[in-house]
C-alpha cells in the first residue's frame, strides 16, 4: 500500500469513511464495538501471518531485507500498519505494512518473486483450514460449553476468522496493483517495469477504487469465498461427527 498521503487513498478512505456512515454502521455503537471484537482478532491474524510469509519467504529465497527491517516474525505489531488498523476499525478497509524486498537479492528472481507474492494467500488459505479443523475440535470436545455465551462467542471469533483469511486471500488475488495478484501477472506475462506496468501501477488505487465503489470486488468475494467457506464448514461438521 502506497503512502498515506497518496491523493487515490485519500478520497478513496473518505468514500469509504462516507459509506460507512451512511450505511448505519455506527447507528447502534455497542453493535458496531462487538462487531470490532468479534472480527479484530481475525483480521489482526491474517494480516500479520500475511505478512509474515511474504517477509520469511523472501529471507529464505536469498533477501534479507525483510530480517534486517525486522519483519521476519510473527509478532503481530511488526507488521500492522496503525493508520490501515484504525481504518479497518472503523471504515472496514485498510492494510497491513507492507514487507520491503529487494529482487536483486534472489537467485532467480521471476520465480522467486511468484513464490514471495503467493506466500501471503497461500497462509491466509491454510490458515482458514487450521482454524476450521479447531472449530471442528471446540465443537466436539467442550460439551455444553458451546451452548454458553462465552462458548458461542468464541465459536464467531473462530468463524469470523476463517472468513476473514479467505477474503484476504482473494482480495490480494485480484490482478490490481498494488494487490500480491498483480505481482504474479506481471511476472507471468513478462510486463514488468515496462510501459504498460508503470502505467497501471500508476493508476492502480484508482481501478482499484472504482472496482471497491461500483460493487465488483463484493461480487467477486462472494461469489468465490461462500462456496469455499461453506466447503469449509462441510468439512468441520465432517470432523465433528467422526
Known amino acids: 500500500m502506497r503512502r498515506f498521503t497518496d491523493p487515490s487513498i485519500l478520497i478513496f478512505?473518505?468514500?469509504?469513511a462516507y459509506m460507512a456512515i451512511s450505511s448505519g454502521r455506527f447507528s447502534s455503537p455497542v453493535d458496531w464495538f462487538m462487531g470490532?471484537?468479534?472480527t479484530l482478532p481475525g483480521i489482526v491474524l491474517g494480516l500479520a501471518l500475511h505478512e509474515f510469509a511474504h517477509a520469511y519467504s523472501a529471507y529464505?529465497?536469498?533477501?534479507?531485507?525483510?530480517?534486517?527491517q525486522g519483519r521476519v516474525t510473527i509478532n503481530p505489531i511488526a507488521h500492522m500498519d496503525p493508520i490501515g488498523l484504525i481504518c479497518i476499525i472503523f471504515i472496514g478497509f485498510g492494510w497491513g505494512?507492507?514487507?520491503?524486498?529487494?529482487?536483486?537479492?534472489?537467485?532467480?528472481?521471476?520465480?522467486?518473486?511468484?513464490?514471495?507474492?503467493?506466500?501471503g494467500v497461500a497462509t491466509n488459505f491454510v490458515l482458514a483450514i487450521v482454524l476450521t479443523i479447531v472449530y471442528a475440535i471446540f465443537i466436539r470436545t467442550t460439551g455444553m460449553?458451546?451452548?454458553t455465551t462465552m462458548g458461542?462467542?468464541?465459536?464467531?471469533?473462530?468463524?469470523?476468522?476463517?472468513?476473514?483469511?479467505l477474503v484476504l486471500m482473494v482480495f490480494n488475488l485480484l490482478p490490481i496493483p498494488p494487490?500480491?495478484?498483480?505481482?504474479?501477472?506481471?511476472?507471468?506475462?513478462r510486463i514488468k517495469y515496462t510501459d504498460i506496468w508503470y502505467k497501471l501501477y500508476q493508476n492502480g488505487m484508482w481501478i482499484l477504487m472504482a472496482l471497491v465503489l461500483f460493487g465488483v470486488v463484493r461480487t467477486i468475494i462472494n461469489v468465490t469465498v461462500n462456496p469455499m467457506f461453506n466447503g469449509l464448514m462441510r468439512?468441520?461438521?465432517?470432523?465433528?461427527l467422526l
Open 13 to 16: 478512505l473518505l468514500i469509504m
Open 36 to 38: 470490532v471484537l468479534l
Open 60 to 68: 529464505k529465497l536469498g533477501d534479507d531485507t525483510p530480517r534486517l
Open 97 to 119: 505494512k507492507p514487507v520491503m524486498i529487494n529482487p536483486m537479492n534472489f537467485r532467480y528472481r521471476r520465480r522467486d518473486e511468484i513464490i514471495v507474492s503467493l506466500a
Open 145 to 147: 460449553f458451546v451452548m
Open 152 to 165: 458461542h462467542t468464541i465459536q464467531l471469533m473462530i468463524l469470523y476468522a476463517i472468513r476473514i483469511n
Open 179 to 189: 494487490l500480491d495478484g498483480f505481482s504474479v501477472l506481471s511476472e507471468l506475462l
Open 235 to 240: 468439512l468441520a461438521s465432517t470432523l465433528v
